[in-house]
């Protein structure tokens, strides 16, 4: 059983937005803290890995949405109205954990490769009616302990979880969409430094690659840019920049975490995490346990 004060006190995560103009007042440019402003988590659902989607001139915001009640991820999907994102409502739902929902568009489809190592595998999903309505379409490539995927031209990059513990990861490199592994050097690192942290961007014409900042084997310090320098089997990268929590403006709420980041032309997002007292969780573990133990 899990301390009481651990099951009060909640570690959490939002997602938080702000307008740019221009690549040096974005995050990137490093122009001093910048404000963000923050959808509110309910006692059920808080939210992470931000995605921004552009589909007939309005901008989506898709996220993982973590569901106290079952202690899984589903997908979620916000839609920015009047200034603000509204509150996401949940847009697919599996029997295991889902997060870092990756959306595109391919030849008319749109399309979302979302984590689901919980499946032991990478698999593609498309949407059949957006942005409620997503059916499986193939496993692309079976890897146990992939996470956090993206697609950067025909090259899927992914983050392989190397140790029980979670603490350590390597990059692995696939041909989209044969599912081919293409081969590189396989780079082992201590920390979770190379763990993907959201879609490949271009800043200043260059490909940036975002990736989690995990050194010290504490989950969630930050993110690193990487530029991409060359895709394929002698794959490199070089670190340009970081962003850590205090680097941002988060009104009331103190961030202890960050590790995920998303633009378009116009807006970036992040996702922080901090503490809530949530005696519904509690409610929800103690409920569940109790199934559990009757069930047995």
């Not at 959490?12 to 402003?37: H, I, M, N, P």
Request: hydrophobic share 35%.
């Amino acid at each position: 059983m899990r301390p009481l004060h651990e099951l009060l006190l909640e570690d959490y995560w939002t997602v938080g937005f702000r307008f740019y103009q221009g690549e040096e007042d974005s995050v990137l440019g490093g122009q001093g803290k910048k404000a963000f402003s923050f959808l509110k988590a309910d006692a059920r659902y808080w939210y992470a890995d931000p995605f921004l989607f552009e589909k007939d001139g309005r901008t989506f915001l898709f996220v993982e949405m973590f569901d106290n009640k079952t202690e899984l991820g589903c997908i979620g999907c916000s839609e920015f109205i009047d200034g603000c994102f509204q509150k996401p409502a949940v847009v697919l739902r599996e029997a295991f954990h889902l997060s870092y929902p990756f959306v595109f568009e391919e030849d008319g489809r749109i399309l979302m490769m979302p984590e689901t190592s919980g499946d032991g595998c990478i698999q593609l999903y498309e949407c059949t009616h957006f942005p409620d309505q997503w059916q499986k379409q193939k496993v692309l490539v079976r890897r146990p302990g992939a996470v956090d995927t993206v697609l950067t031209g025909s090259c899927l990059i992914t983050s392989v979880v190397d140790s029980a513990a979670q603490k350590t990861t390597h990059l692995e490199f696939y041909d989209y969409p044969s599912g081919r592994k293409i081969e590189t050097e396989t780079r082992f690192e201590p920390d979770q430094t190379s763990r993907g942290a959201g879609r490949v961007f271009l800043h200043g014409g260059e490909p940036i690659r975002p990736s989690q900042n995990g050194t010290g084997g504490e989950y969630g310090r930050g993110v690193f840019f990487n530029q991409i320098i060359r895709l394929g089997e002698d794959y490199a990268e070089r670190r340009i920049a970081s962003l850590t929590p205090d680097e941002l403006e988060t009104g009331r709420i103190k961030a202890t975490g960050l590790h995920t980041y998303a633009r378009n032309d116009s807006i970036e997002v992040v996702d922080i995490k901090s503490q809530r007292f949530n005696i519904r969780r509690l409610l929800w573990i103690l409920a569940k346990k109790l199934k559990l133990t009757t069930a047995s």
